[in-house]
């Protein structure tokens, strides 16, 4: 496994966009992302260190811009912080492995979770499973 905590290699190996959002927090224009309409089956992982987050079996279209999953592939995958970056209060979603940033979760998705994980295509790589 890469040492996704080593600034420096993270700065070489990530695009520009990449870092910004994965390490200071940024968030991609909405329905700029690659991964937006991904229908492919298969994970998604961290874009920082490849920890395992989502699944496509997972993903749906939420019609908000962004990548946006139900649930989460593997209950120790993310950590969740309070975000307070904005009036309205949010929840943030990091890498539980390396601490990047990926999104955010919301309390109005689809059943049987209710939870909208609405994460950035930049703070994701997607691993083709058939
Ligand atoms: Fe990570």
Redesign the pocket.
């Known amino acids: 496994m890469v040492d996704?905590m080593n600034d420096d290699e993270l700065r070489k190996r990530l695009t520009p966009e990449q870092y910004h959002v994965?390490r200071e927090k940024g968030t991609e224009p909405a329905f700029s992302g690659k991964l937006l309409h991904n229908k492919k089956k298969g994970v998604y992982?961290?874009?920082?260190?490849?920890?395992e987050?989502f699944s496509s079996d997972k993903k749906f279209d939420s019609g908000s811009g962004w990548p946006s999953f139900w649930d989460v592939a593997n209950p120790t995958g993310i950590n969740t912080k309070p975000d307070r970056s904005l009036v309205l209060k949010r929840t943030e979603l990091?890498?539980?492995?390396?601490?990047?940033h990926?999104g955010h979760v919301f309390d109005d998705g689809p059943k049987p979770t209710g939870k909208r994980y609405c994460v950035n295509s930049l703070s994701l790589a997607f691993e083709e499973r058939k």
């Open positions: 996704a994965l992982v961290c874009g920082a260190c490849g920890n987050l990091v890498c539980s492995r390396c601490g990047s990926l």
